[in-house]
């Protein structure tokens, strides 16, 4: 594993996710550990991260559970994916 894999997987586990503009992103919080970490990787603080956003549209949650689909392979927040989930009733079967 390279040094810079190795730090930036250090940085996702131990970061804070937010939410600033709408939009998920990590932070430090002040932390310099952390703070040195960004700086090392040449990230700004925040550092906007749609990629682990939610895959339903508009939905900027942190997708925290990935899931099979009809639509392929889908990381949903925990709203969507109990949505997805949820059994449906007789009524709404019929």
Known sequence: MEL?????????QFAYTVQRDGRLHLCTRGL??????????????????PEDECDVEGCTQSATCGTPTADGYRNLCWKH??????????EEVE
């Not at 810079?4 to 996702?12: D, G, H, I, R, S």
């Not at 310099?32 to 991260?49: K, N, T």
């Open 4 to 12: 810079k894999e190795a730090l930036e997987n250090m940085v996702y």
């Open 32 to 49: 310099s550990a952390l703070e040195d970490a960004f700086e090392a990787l040449g990230w700004p603080d925040p550092m906007p991260m």
């Open 81 to 90: 994916f109990e949505e997805l989930y949820t059994p449906m009733t007789k």
